[in-house]
């Protein structure tokens, strides 16, 4: 039952405020605040002090009262205005490996010349962190995900809250911006690198012939040969940029899913993993071919995030939402 009204009002506050965008302000309309525990339970001592006053006719019981209960209505516009104006900047959560628990980091900024006080932030109804921003400041939150199994894991709604001062108010928000956590299988194995360079037999290919093999570009670095900065593309105002080369005795490993006979689908996998984190520690050439897929032999940490995440979605369901074990299909399996 309780599962059931937590949905249904999850439903109705998504129709009310709709999909958001980063950066978002809390505006005063889609600001929630309720007594917490000790509200409450302040608030049932105000009214048996209230009844024992009037029944009493005591006046410095009423007085005492009256001054607690202003005393809570202050708290609770504080509470309110504690969260008003705070902005969310941005949400990221990078790539993790199974089964490490990955994370997510939230961005946050005062919004205001005045100091936030213990804003804390959670995915859904879970574990929630708290941070203080300083006025006109800005503060992260980094909040645990659980990550069991490789596969997207999307979130898709975040709750910042806070119950400063005293604790007797609760004020928070839904925040629905729909985040995905990419978790790359786990890199485990004990298999050399395989030999084979993946090239057709008695076909030379053109990059063994001169000199270095020409990569790309990268931004300039202090210390990089005035030889290697590209002049051309400087002078039509970009800004300045490196020409990287790779030697051309380097190896191409060409890592095939099809190669691991024996072992399961899971385990040829992980056994990926572990080549493309190995050949790309190693500083060689590597492609990756996996059924319905094929990624050409190239370096580079964007290589290397493009064939792990080829790994990560391999025969697996769209991504599920944050709780939610990502679910291998069995029909995958060669």
Not at 13 to 31: F, I, M
Not at 253 to 263: I, Y
């Amino acid at each position: 039952m309780k599962a059931y009204l937590r949905a249904r009002i999850a439903q109705w506050v998504l129709r009310r405020q709709g999909r958001d965008t980063l950066p978002l302000t809390l505006r005063r309309q889609r600001l929630y605040i309720l007594p917490s525990r000790a509200g409450v339970g302040f608030g049932v001592l105000l009214l048996f002090m209230l009844l024992a006053g009037l029944n009493y006719a005591n006046s410095t019981a009423l007085f005492i009262t009256f001054l607690l209960g202003g005393f809570m209505l202050v708290a609770m516009h504080l509470c309110h205005r504690n969260l008003l104006g705070v902005r969310l900047i941005s949400a990221i959560a990078p790539p993790t490996f199974a089964p490490r628990d990955g994370y997510l980091q939230l961005a946050l900024e005062s919004g205001a010349a005045a100091n936030r006080y213990r804003i804390a932030a959670g995915v859904d109804h879970g574990q929630t962190i708290a941070a203080d921003l300083p006025g006109g400041g800005s503060g992260q939150v980094v909040l645990p995900i659980e990550a069991p199994r490789r596969g997207r894991i999307r979130i898709d709604r975040l709750c910042l809250t806070t119950t400063h001062p005293f604790g007797l108010f609760r004020a928070w928000t839904w925040v629905h911006v729909p985040v995905e956590m990419l978790v790359y299988p786990r890199a485990s194995g004990a298999l050399p690198l395989p030999a084979e360079s993946g090239r057709r037999p008695g076909v030379r290919s053109s990059r063994e012939v001169g000199a270095d093999e020409w990569i790309g570009l990268r931004p300039y670095r202090d210390g990089d040969s005035p030889r290697q900065v590209d002049w051309k593309a400087y002078a039509r105002a970009a800004p300045l940029l490196v020409k990287e080369y790779a030697a051309t005795g380097s190896e191409l490993r060409l890592l095939r899913f099809d190669s691991l006979t024996g072992l399961q689908t899971e385990a040829r996998l992980e056994q990926l993993a572990r080549w493309v984190l190995d050949a790309e520690a190693a500083g060689e050439r590597y492609g990756l071919e996996l059924p319905g897929t094929s990624i050409p032999p190239g370096q580079g940490a964007e290589h290397r995030h493009r064939c792990l995440t080829a790994l990560a979605v391999f025969g697996v369901d769209p991504a599920p939402r944050f709780g939610v074990d990502p679910a291998p299909r069995s029909d995958v399996i060669p």
